[in-house]
């Protein structure tokens, strides 16, 4: 399939390839070179502010990779942007911030503790459902259309999730009392909250065990051969629906993970969040370059530091800026290497 | 009644039938339809149909009519984007932004310290500020338009087309938040108002109709609605002229040609980034002359008006009518826009007084949409006004059934022997039935 795409590819004068080649290097080197500069003006300005900052955002930027590697893994899977996902995550969000304060879970103790673990198995069970279902039920049946059809689909049922999310929530943010730990410890100047460390400590354990999944199991195995190529998987005797859904359900459930995290951390709830986290996620997926899910990671924390910086840093754009920059930093990613910083290059499938 | 074959020959026994060429039929069509609608409004205007005023007032007032032609407008735009080329845009909004911010710098008194008239309407004793003829900035904002229809897309056409739509939604909300933000205190230069927005915008001259039932000529107030639908329905017509007449031209078969098989129209000589540039360009156009009819029409320009669900809600508008199909694409406008701003609320209070609930049924109004999109993608893919050359494309296999062997096998056998056995039925499967695929 890829072949057939090198073999139509018109062959262009090797003149005119390479001018815009360079174009496209020069410019982004500019853009490279611009960004380490403005990374080390905020550093040489305000150290303690700028480490500040980066803290703050990557803390956000853990969850962002959270959320991000189910994009990855679905897209990874079918080639579909599963936009539903960002509010698949702020139902995970919902749903931990309503059994949580609904139980009583909102002091750091004991049962604080309990109710976290609990409430974490719950949150990522809940999501890994929801998106088996969507996927049962929607894309499942669109597998074969033409690709501007499931597309739609996944819109469609970002705005039923964002509706669900509207009647559930209100149209009105709500704050809650988390039973993270409130205490903080501080190196040289720079406070780091106990949540912060908790989230990264949960992440990266849920990362182990994926990565696990993935290159371990059987049934990473499947979906390894399933991601490479459907047929010949399912000639291997592979029962490409069942893993399908096993992968959706991975993705689901690391973004109810996520949820939990973020309304424990943040302590609030909107029902557009999904919106705007899931488009930052994305691109954090697209920055490391899509279906590769240590690139998902990194591109997350890459997203959070920058936004982070340009959040709290000293020469930051602030904070009614922060959607644009992350924008402009998925058309950059997008227009000087569409396939990521680790992605490898492959033709489009046909 | 064969009344128009029998009055034209009274000699000549070659019977002369009167008919409509075909290529006259769809403008006197909407001239009726257009002509129907005005002759009503007015009828109401002037006090008669007394009976269906008060109906007419709470089910479909002017002020929807004339929205609904402006979103028409800007569907039938992403309408030449999606329906034709098969480019999906997820941030048309951003253009209908673009032009109602041109409506708004041209024709008001944002550029305060300029005193420039050119064949404006101005407001009496305040020449403050740009006053351009309504034309002149149609042209400008549609200008506008395609200049950043071609600066969003130069970059990106290159990319596969689900990243495409992630980068047209990057610019649908880059754009109105930089109008959002635009002002004194964040970008030193006040360029767009920030968050208070530009108003009023001139009150552009027309023929008015009082309800003594005399006509003038002057500025159209807010209770001029009857007045902005004739240089709506004119503006329509106009979108809707370029649309149909590109679609039978050249470029039009060009898009097309795209849309079906990006490889195949490539290797058939279709210069691929300029006739996707030009669908970009020219949907700009679109979307920026409904901009600048849209400022007019609510005779201001608000930054909070430009989100993400504009343009979800229009592409639902191209959805329901049916991709590529100008006429389908306008009913579904309409009817989505209707249901929208009054089918929903009236119809939710007459549930509500009816039952004795008391469900707030805009709230809902997203959930309907993303049903809606779901439901159509699942069941009723070409749309409820198909095109019937896409409708033949929407329901042909996807090319990936076709070439690989038993892959249409819906239960892949759990051994192996009998998946490999399974194949050679699936092969001739999906041979005999091409349209498996259908759910």
Redesign the interface.
């Given at each position: 399939m890829t072949t057939t795409t090198l073999a139509t590819r018109p062959v262009a004068p090797q003149q005119a390839r390479s001018t815009r080649e360079i174009v496209l290097i020069g410019s982004g080197a500019v853009l490279l070179v611009g960004l380490a500069i403005w990374i080390i003006w905020n550093l040489v300005s305000s150290p303690t502010q700028t480490l500040q900052a980066s803290v703050f955002g990557l803390s956000n930027g853990v969850l962002y990779a959270l959320i991000a590697l189910g994009y990855t893994l679905v897209y990874g899977i079918i080639e579909l942007i599963n936009f539903a996902h960002g509010d698949l995550f702020m139902l995970g969000t919902l749903l931990s911030a309503f059994v949580m304060a609904g139980f009583g879970f909102t002091h750091a103790n004991v049962s604080g503790i309990f109710g976290l673990v609990l409430v974490l198995m719950l949150a990522m069970v809940f999501c890994a459902a929801i998106n088996v279902a969507i996927e049962f039920f929607a894309y499942r049946r669109l597998r074969h259309a033409p690709k501007l059809a499931p597309l739609i689909t996944a819109v469609g049922m970002s705005f039923i999730l964002q509706n669900i999310g509207l009647q559930w929530n209100g149209s009105q943010q709500r704050q809650w009392h988390p039973a993270m730990p409130g205490g903080h410890v501080s190196l040289g100047g720079v406070t780091i909250g106990y949540d912060v460390i908790i989230d990264t400590i949960v992440t990266a354990v849920l990362l182990l065990i994926m990565t696990g999944i993935v290159t371990k199991t059987r049934a990473g195995k499947a979906m390894r051969a399933t991601a490479q190529d459907q047929d010949a998987a399912r000639l291997m005797g592979i029962n490409v629906n069942r893993i399908i859904s096993f992968t959706f359900a991975v993705g689901g459930a690391l973004a109810g993970a996520a949820g939990l995290l973020y309304q424990q951390t943040i302590g609030t709830t909107s029902y557009n969040l999904g919106f705007q986290l899931g488009l930052i996620a994305f691109t954090s997926a697209v920055l490391g370059g899509i279906g590769n899910l240590t690139g998902a990671v990194l591109g997350g924390l890459i997203i959070g530091l920058i936004q982070g910086l340009n959040d709290g840093g000293p020469h930051g754009f602030g904070q009614q800026w922060s959607q644009s920059v992350v924008f402009v930093i998925l058309i950059a990613v997008m227009v000087f290497k569409p396939t990521g910083i680790l992605g490898k290059n492959v033709g489009e499938k046909v | 009644m064969s009344a128009p074959a029998a009055t034209a020959p009274t000699s000549a026994p070659p019977v002369r039938r009167f008919r409509i060429p075909g290529r006259l039929a769809w403008p006197i069509g909407y001239l009726v339809a257009a002509i129907l609608i005005f002759v009503f409004y007015y009828l109401i205007s002037m006090g008669y149909l007394t009976s269906v005023q008060d109906w007419a007032g709470r089910w479909i007032p002017i002020t929807t009519v004339n929205q609904s032609l402006v979103w028409a407008m800007c569907a039938l735009g992403l309408n030449i984007v999606?329906g034709y080329a098969?480019l999906?845009d997820?941030g048309y909004v951003a253009f209908w932004a673009i032009g109602s911010y041109v409506a708004g710098w041209l024709m008001s008194s944002f550029f305060f310290h300029l005193k420039i008239n050119f064949f404006g309407d101005a407001p009496p004793f305040s020449p403050q500020g740009v006053h351009i003829n309504f034309w002149i900035v149609l042209v400008a904002g549609a200008i506008l338009c395609a200049i950043f229809g071609i600066i969003i897309g130069a970059?990106?056409l290159r990319?596969?087309?689900?990243?495409l739509?992630?980068?047209t939604?990057?610019?649908g909300?880059?754009i109105p938040?930089?109008f959002?933000?635009a002002d004194k205190q964040?970008v030193h230069v006040n360029i767009s108002n920030g968050t208070q927005g530009i108003s009023p915008v001139d009150k552009i001259s027309g023929p008015t109709f009082s309800p003594t039932g005399g006509i003038g000529w002057g500025p159209l107030g807010p209770f001029d609605g009857l007045s902005r639908y004739i240089f709506l329905i004119i503006l329509t017509a106009l979108i809707v002229f370029i649309s149909l007449r590109l679609r039978v031209g050249r470029l039009g078969r060009a898009w097309l040609a795209i849309r079906e098989d990006e490889?195949a129209a490539?290797?058939m000589g279709v210069p691929l980034m300029r006739t996707k540039l030009a669908a970009y360009a020219v949907g700009a156009v679109a979307g920026g002359i409904a901009g600048v009819a849209y400022s007019v029409e609510i005779a201001g320009v608000s930054p909070d008006s430009f989100d993400?669900n504009k343009s979800?809600i229009l592409?639902a508008m191209v959805?329901l009518g049916g991709m590529g199909n100008v006429w389908g694409v306008i009913l579904g406008a309409i009817v989505i826009f209707w249901f929208n701003q009054t089918g929903l609320p009236q119809g939710g209070n007459a549930f509500n007084s009816a039952f004795g609930t008391h469900i707030n049924f805009p709230?809902?109004n997203?959930?309907i949409?993303?049903?809606?999109?779901?439901l159509m993608?699942?069941f009723k893919?070409e749309g409820f006004v198909p095109e019937a050359r896409t409708k033949l494309?929407?329901r042909e296999?996807?090319?990936?059934?076709v070439e690989?062997?038993?892959?249409?096998?819906e239960q892949?056998?759990?051994?192996?022997e009998e998946?490999?056995a399974g194949?050679g039925d699936g092969l001739a499967g999906s041979i005999d039935s091409p349209d498996r695929?259908s759910?």
């Open positions: - | 999606v098969g999906l997820l970059p990106t990319l596969r087309s689900d990243y739509a992630l980068v939604l990057g610019f909300e880059i938040q930089f959002h933000n964040h490889l490539g290797a993400y979800i592409l959805v709230s809902y997203f959930l949409f993303g049903l809606l999109l779901v993608m699942l893919r494309v929407l296999p996807g090319r990936t059934e690989s062997l038993g892959s249409d096998l892949p056998a759990p051994e192996l998946a490999t194949s695929s759910p």
